[in-house]
C-alpha cells in the first residue's frame, strides 16, 4: 500500500531571498538534523543571467532503526538523491527527491516547493508532499513503514524551526533584505518587455489569474494540470490549521489536506467546512478511504432532506415547545455550550403518539444544527473563529460553502498583518455538552416503539454529527436504567460511549461531578444549583392529541408491524404467556396497554414443565374469537397454586387506557407465566348473568390487550440489579372519560 503525505502551506513572513539564503545553510551538514550526515554535490548548473541554478546533490541520512534491521538490510546509513531547481527570476524552488538505496524494494518521492505568497509578495510559501511503498523488505515491512512514517513526521514540523533559526542568524548578522533577480537585472527585464510586451502582458495576467485563482478558489475545471494551483485551492495553511482547527499531528493535517482536495477535484469546487471534515476524520480515528464514505453519504443526505436550509425554515409545534423537556443552558468550563435532558420527566409515549417519528426527528435535527452555531459563536466570542476565512454565514446549517470564502477572508490576514492573536492557545469549540436527568425514568420509557425510535434517531445522529457531543452526563439514574442501556448499548459507538458519565443518587453534586464540568453559577436549579433552567415543565401529553393510527388502536393496524402481540380475554379465559429462564439472574420485561377493560396481571413461577407459548396450540387450551387473536392457557388444570406453582409478582390492575410496564429479576431457573385475564365488572347495575350470555352468543371480548414481553440475559445485569418493580402510566388524558 501506498503511504501519502501532503504538508499544508507553511508560511514564512519573510522575502522569498532571504529564506533561500537561509535555506542554503542547511548544506553540507546540519548540526539541527541529526539523521542528515553529510551531501555531496553530483551535478551543478547555472544559466548565464543567474535566472535558474539547479543543483543536484547525493545526501547521506543515519536512520534511526533497530540494529537488527540495519544488520539484516547490511548497511549504516541510507543514501538519497536530491535535485533542486531554483528560479531566481520566478521566485520559485522546487526540490524533488528519491531513495537511492534499496530503491527496488522500498520506494520513496518526495516534492517540495517555496514560492511568493499569493497575495503579499514580502512572504513565502511551503507545500511538502511524499509518497512511501515498501514493496518487500527480508520480512520487514512493516517495521520499516512504521520506522519511516515516523522519522518523516518527526522532521516535518522541525523543517520550519530550522529555517527560522537561519532567518535569525542572518538578522543577527545584519543581513535584512536581499535584493530580488529582477531588482539586480533591471536590463534584463527591460530587454524582455522590449522583445514580447503581448507575451509579457499575457504573463501578467496568467500570474494575476493564478493569484486569483489561489485567491478566490475558482469552481471552474476541478481537474485543472496544474497542481500548484489545485493545491491553492484545497490546500490549508499551517497557522490557519492552529488557529481554526486546534492542534493536528502532521499525519493528521495531511489526511485532512488530501480530504479536502480529493472533495474539491468531485464536488465541483465546493467543500464541507474544515472542521465538519475534520469531526469525520476523527471519528474513523483519520482513516482516508472510510471517512470519504461516510461523509460523502452524509453530504448527500443533507442536500437530500436540505438540512443547510433547516434553521431557517423550521418553527416547533405547540407540542413540541410545552413536552418536550430539553434546552440549551449557559456552557462549561472550556467554553462549550450545554444541553439539558429531561428524559426521566418526559411523556416520551404520549410525544411519540402525538407526533410521530418523522417530527420528533426534525426537532432533534435542529437542535443539532442549532449546536453547531452555537459552537462557532462561542469560538467567536473567545476571538478564536472556527472559520476566519470564511464570512459569517447567515445559517449555521450551511455546511456546504463555496471554496472562494476560504480564501477571500485570508487576504484580509495578509493585508492586517499587524493583527496579534492572544498568546494563550484556545483550542476552537466544535462540540458540546448534554446533561440528562434520569429521575422518572421507568419502565414506561422501554416502550418497545419509543426504544425502536430511540434508536433510528441514534443511527442517524452517529452517520451526520460525529464527534459533535464532548461529554454526555447522565444524572440520577435509577435502578430501571440499566434496562434501557442495556437496550441501547450495543448500537452506540465505541467511541462515543467512552464519553458517557454517570451518576446515582445524589454523587453528581460532590467532587467528581456536575461540578468539574459546569461553572458552579450555571447548575442548573433542580439539579440543586441555583441557576434557572428555562425549560417546560411539561406533563402527559393528552390523548386528544394523540394521532389517528395511535387513537384506532382497536384496528390493530398500527401493531401488525411491530413486535407487539395482540389478545382478548373472555369470562373465565385468561392469557397467559410461558418464559423459559435457562439461568439465574435473568430479567423478564414486559410492556403492556388494555384497549378495552380492567385487566389483572400476574406473574407465576413453576419449577415445572409448562407449555411453550410457541408450542402446538392444540396440546394445551386455547382459543380463537373470530376475527380475533388467539387466547392461550398455560397452567394445566391440574396444577396447585402454592404446589405446582407460586405468584412471584402480586397482581396488578390495568384499568382502561392505562399502560404497564415492568421486570423481575429471575431468582430461580424454571418456567414463569405471564397471565392476563378480566378484572371483572366496575360499577354495572347489569345482570352478569344476561351479559355473559350476550357475550357468549356474540362472541365479544370482555377485555383487549396489546402486550410485550422479553428475557434479558443476566451477564448484563450481574451487580447492578436486584428486583424493578412494576409501574403504571395512569395519565388522566388516558382515563375512559378523555377516549
Known sequence: MVQKYQSPVRVYKQPFELVMAAYQKRFPTCDMIPVFVGSDILNEEESEDKATYTVERRCKLNVNAPYILKRVAGCEYVY?????????????????????????????????????????????????????????????????????IKQYTANIKKGKEIIEHFLTELQNQGVTHIPTWCEQNPHLMVESTEEGPVDAKDETETEEGENSLSRTGSTGDAHSSNERIRGADANLDEDYIEHNLGMLNPIEESTLIQLRIWLSDTHNGKIPRDEHILRFLRSRDFSMEKTREILCQSLSWRKQHQIDRLLDSYVPCETLQQYYLGGWHHHDHEGRPVYVLKLGQMDTKGVLKALGEEKILRHILCIMEEGLKRCQELSAEQKKPMCDRQAPPTSTTDVIIPLHHHHQDSSDDVTNNETTTPSTQVEPISSWTCIVDLEGLSMRHLWRPGIQALLR???????????????????????VFPVLWALLNPFIDEKTTSKFMMYTGTDYLRPGGLIDYIPEQYIPDFLGGSCKCNIPAGGPVPKSLYRKEWENRETGELWEDTIYERANLFKGMPHEVVVKVPEKEGVITWDFDSIRGDILFT?????????????????????????????????????????????????????????????????????????????????????????????????????????????????????????????????????????
Request: glycine share 4%; aromatic share 10%.
Open 603 to 739: 406473574l407465576y413461577y413453576s419449577n415445572k414443565e409448562v407449555f411453550d407459548e410457541n408450542e402446538d396450540a392444540s396440546t394445551n387450551n386455547s382459543s380463537v374469537a373470530p376475527g380475533g387473536p388467539q387466547n392461550s392457557q398455560m397452567i394445566p388444570k391440574n396444577f396447585v397454586l402454592d404446589e405446582d406453582f407460586s405468584v412471584v409478582e402480586a397482581g396488578i390492575v390495568c384499568r382502561e387506557g392505562e399502560s404497564v410496564q415492568g421486570s423481575h429479576v429471575a431468582s430461580d431457573v424454571g418456567c414463569y407465566i405471564l397471565q392476563w385475564k378480566w378484572a371483572g365488572a366496575t360499577g354495572s347495575n347489569q345482570s352478569s348473568t344476561v351479559q355473559d350470555v350476550f357475550d357468549q352468543v356474540t362472541h365479544s371480548a370482555k377485555a383487549k390487550l396489546i402486550y410485550y414481553h422479553e428475557l434479558l440475559p443476566s451477564e448484563n445485569f450481574k451487580g447492578s440489579m436486584t428486583s424493578l418493580e412494576s409501574c403504571q402510566s395512569a395519565f388522566s388524558s388516558l382515563t375512559i372519560a378523555s377516549r
Open 80 to 148: 538519497f538523491v536530491q535535485k533542486n531547481a531554483l528560479n531566481r527570476r520566478e521566485r520559485t524552488l522546487n526540490i524533488s527527491a528519491f531513495n537511492e538505496s534499496f530503491s527496488s524494494r522500498v520506494v520513496v518521492k518526495e516534492n517540495c516547493e517555496y514560492s511568493v505568497h499569493p497575495d503579499n509578495s514580502d512572504w513565502t510559501c511551503f507545500e511538502q508532499s511524499a509518497t512511501l511503498e515498501v514493496k518487500s523488505f527480508f520480512g520487514f515491512e512493516n517495521m520499516v513503514e512504521k520506522i519511516a
Open 457 to 479: 434517531f441514534i443511527e442517524l445522529i452517529e452517520s451526520n454529527y460525529p464527534e459533535t457531543m464532548a461529554r454526555l452526563l447522565m444524572v440520577r439514574a435509577p435502578r
